[in-house]
């Protein structure tokens, strides 16, 4: 087989870079190990930037987010008692939207197979040769036979577990950069209507708690926990007990509950490896870089990634050029850092430290009061947020 990019990984990276280079004229074949119905149902992030919100509009996939995804003009900051509106759509003029991940994954799933793309689930064995030449491969299996894909170019969209990043050449003169949090996010998925119009995002000394939704009908709640605790500790009554006692404050709001119907741990990290390129072997998404969900992020650097990605290669077929490609790390890294920055800075805000001191406990609370008391700095994170710069 032989086509000009091979994509590594159908998750929002892959496949939106695949669609992209099709609009393009470029021709692409995505490889995933996993099947189409365990990628459309994988429940991930939520929250979708203005940016990433117009690319999917501009690009003919945006319709069921517009019709099905909310749109969100403000988010609250909850601590000491009391909540705070930090108005997105006054303080930038952008909005966000609340849309599951794995429903851009059915759009854009469904666009590359209306297309005639090619889309290859259920491989296994993947390998990359000759990432330093200008005729790189990857070998893998499929369908019980052994195959092999030669390209002009190879993407790793292959996400954080993925085998692009340890493909990548010159491993001793690589440079990652790395944070593990000594906390995880207790997630639950449940049956009710939203308890509230817009996210909430809860410092309390027992732990942060985020109140994020999925539908008129499912909501996503998470709580700060141990990161090696298990669902299976926290039965219904207990998470309700701690939900409740981290997110009712004292102005009389009250948390909706219902059937809770999913339970997941997530540990939180933050993660970068640089470069992103190495001869004809690029990565993008969470293959590259790893942000804590606090920010909303992840999925948004992964749009922004292929973006530049997917101009990189236009430039290249069209021009001959490898102008934009060779930039491409460096260009990436800008925003990558500057995000990493924000969703630490979200974390560091937010979160419970065991280590704190009193004096560190403080200092936490009185930054969260100087953001909802100044317009400078509720703008600056209300830029952050939508993704503004
Ligand atoms: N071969 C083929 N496919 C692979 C391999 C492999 N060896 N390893 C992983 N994959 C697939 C995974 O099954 C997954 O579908 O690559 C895909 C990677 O997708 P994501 O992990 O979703 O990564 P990305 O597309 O970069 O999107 C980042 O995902 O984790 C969230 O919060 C994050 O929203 C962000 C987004
Ligand atoms: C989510 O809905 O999953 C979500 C929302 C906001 C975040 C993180 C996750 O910051």
Request: aromatic share 8%; proline share 3%; glycine share 10%.
């Amino acid at each position: 087989m032989r086509t000009q990019v091979a994509i590594i990984g159908a998750g929002p990276a892959g496949l939106l870079l695949s669609h992209l280079l099709h609009l393009q004229g470029i021709e692409s074949v995505v490889l995933e190990s996993r099947s189409r119905a365990e990628i459309e149902s994988t429940i991930r992030a939520g929250v979708l930037e203005q940016g990433t919100m117009d690319i999917l509009t501009e690009t003919g996939v945006g319709e069921r987010m517009r019709s099905e995804g909310a749109l969100h003009h403000g988010i609250e900051l909850a601590f000491d008692g009391a909540r705070h509106r930090i108005d997105l759509t006054e303080l930038t003029g952008k909005a966000i939207t609340v849309y599951p991940q794995h429903e851009v994954i059915k759009d854009l799933v469904a666009a590359r197979l209306a297309a005639q793309g090619e889309l290859l689930f259920e491989v296994s064995g993947v390998a990359l040769h000759g990432v330093e030449t200008s005729q790189p491969s990857v070998t893998f299996l499929h369908g019980g036979a052994e195959c092999k894909l030669e390209a002009d170019f190879i993407i790793g969209c292959d996400g954080y577990h993925g085998v692009s990043r340890p493909a990548m050449p010159g491993q001793g003169l690589r440079k990652d950069f790395q944070r593990i949090y000594p906390f995880g996010w207790f997630g639950i998925l449940v049956e009710s209507a939203p308890s509230s119009d817009e996210l909430i995002y809860a410092r309390h000394d027992r732990g942060f708690a985020l109140v994020s939704t999925r539908s008129p009908t499912v909501q996503r709640l998470y709580f700060q926990c141990d990161p090696s605790d298990h669902t299976d500790n926290w039965s219904d009554d207990r998470i309700w007990a701690e939900l409740h006692a981290r997110l009712e404050n004292r102005d009389g709001w009250k948390l909706k509950e219902g059937r809770i119907f999913q339970k997941n741990i997530i540990g939180m990290r933050s993660f970068v490896s640089t470069p992103m390129q190495a001869g004809r072997l690029f990565l993008a998404g969470d293959a590259a870089h790893i942000v804590p969900p606090t920010g909303a992020k992840g999925l948004n650097l992964a749009v922004s990634d292929v973006r530049l990605l997917a101009r990189g290669l236009d430039q290249f077929y069209r021009q001959g050029s490898e102008e934009h490609l060779n930039g491409y790390s460096d260009e990436a890294l800008k925003r990558i850092w500057r995000a990493e920055y924000f969703s630490w800075t979200m974390t560091r805000l937010l979160h419970t430290f065991a280590d704190a001191t009193p004096f560190e406990r403080e200092m936490q609370r009185a930054e969260l009061e100087n953001i909802v008391s100044s317009r400078a700095l509720a703008t600056s994170l209300a830029e952050n947020y939508v993704g503004a710069f």
